[in-house]
């Protein structure tokens, strides 16, 4: 089993940042597949982005929503079980609860169904 808590999350203007974090519980956190998914009001859960060991390889790939591409960024720190949501370019339809998310299963995930561990969500508000 796998807790995952999220933090990070507030009140920001457009145009301006926040760092989402997303710590795991366990001992193999290195070989899960994070992702972060967000679900603004009224509207279905969406992916955000992932991050997943790449196979045959000690290295890391990621993959992003195109409404996210090149202000969000994914990274992990594999000490301290954690994986980060850098946000920049803030945009107030980025406002949303965003979800940490975690599996066993090899490969970038994209689908929320893919996963199977969820944290409890923190609140992003992008005032314009």
């Known amino acids: 089993q796998v807790q995952l808590v999220e933090s990070g999350g507030g009140l920001v203007q457009a145009g301006g940042s926040l760092r989402l974090s997303c710590t795991a519980s366990?001992?193999?956190?290195?070989?899960?597949?994070m992702g972060w998914f967000r679900q603004a009001p009224g509207k279905e859960r969406e992916f955000v982005s992932a991050?997943?060991?790449?196979?045959?390889?000690?290295?890391?790939?990621?993959t992003y929503a195109d409404a996210v591409k090149g202000r969000f960024s994914i990274s992990r720190d594999n000490h301290k079980n954690t994986v980060y949501l850098q946000m920049n370019s803030l945009k107030p339809e980025d406002t949303a609860v965003y979800y940490c998310?975690?599996?066993?299963?090899?490969?970038?995930?994209?689908?929320?169904?893919?996963?199977?561990?969820w944290g409890q969500g923190t609140q992003v508000t992008v005032s314009s």
């Open positions: 998310a975690a599996t066993m299963l090899v490969g970038v995930r994209v689908e929320s169904g893919s996963f199977e561990y």
């Open positions: 991050t997943s060991r790449t196979a045959g390889s000690s290295g890391y790939a990621s």
């Open positions: 366990g001992r193999t956190f290195s070989s899960y597949a």
